[in-house]
């Protein structure tokens, strides 16, 4: 498991980091990060609401996953409410959708790709026409919709490589909290 590199500002919030700030500042880390490729290896962010707080709380494992993410963004208003109670005044709800939306716009007329992955066969397509009609987003390079079941090694192996050949700086992973989460850590192990 990556440890954890020298991240944002961060408040423990039942013991995980919680990103400190708002939707704004983390969609320009993330913009940031892909135009100036910062990272050596790629970089976990998960949408963290009461459900993943919670459930980090019953298995240390799923715990430690989130503690190696490069951001935790507090997807519930709990979590704000506890972090802003700590000292992290400038901390605001960054809801997983509003996240989404920002950094499709942000990215929309920059050298910026993604790749959809989840949901049920040809709603990740969907979800490419409507970023272009919507934001005038068409760096979506590509998407995928992984069965209803784990995926193999060796599969894993053949979306990374998929994603690697198209050039993928951004993968968005849909398909609900603790199952992304751990879908995104394997999955970071076979991109660059």
């Known amino acids: 498991m990556r440890r954890r590199e020298t991240s944002p500002s961060v408040v ?36 963290t609401g009461a459900h993943g707080l919670v459930h980090a709380q019953e298995d240390p494992a799923f715990r430690e996953l989130l503690e190696s993410f490069y951001l935790n963004l507090p997807d519930g208003k709990p979590a704000v409410w506890i972090g802003r109670w700590k000292g992290a005044h400038a901390m605001q709800r960054c809801y997983g959708p509003d996240f989404f939306a920002a950094v499709m716009e942000a990215t929309a007329s920059l050298p910026v790709r993604h790749f959809f992955c989840g949901g049920k066969e040809g709603v990740a397509d969907r979800l490419r026409e409507a970023v272009a009609e919507k934001f005038g987003n068409r760096n979506v390079v590509g998407t995928h919709c992984p069965p209803f079941r784990p995926l193999t090694d060796d599969e894993f192996a053949a979306l990374g490589a998929e994603i690697d050949a198209v050039g993928a700086h951004v993968v968005w992973i849909g398909i609900s909290t603790p199952k992304q989460e751990r879908f995104a850590a394997d999955l970071a192990r076979h991109t660059q």
């Open 12 to 47: 423990p919030v039942l013991g995980l980091p919680l990103f400190a700030r708002d939707i704004p500042a983390a969609v320009d880390l993330v913009v940031q990060g892909c135009l100036q490729a910062t990272s050596e290896s790629p970089r976990c962010i998960s949408a």
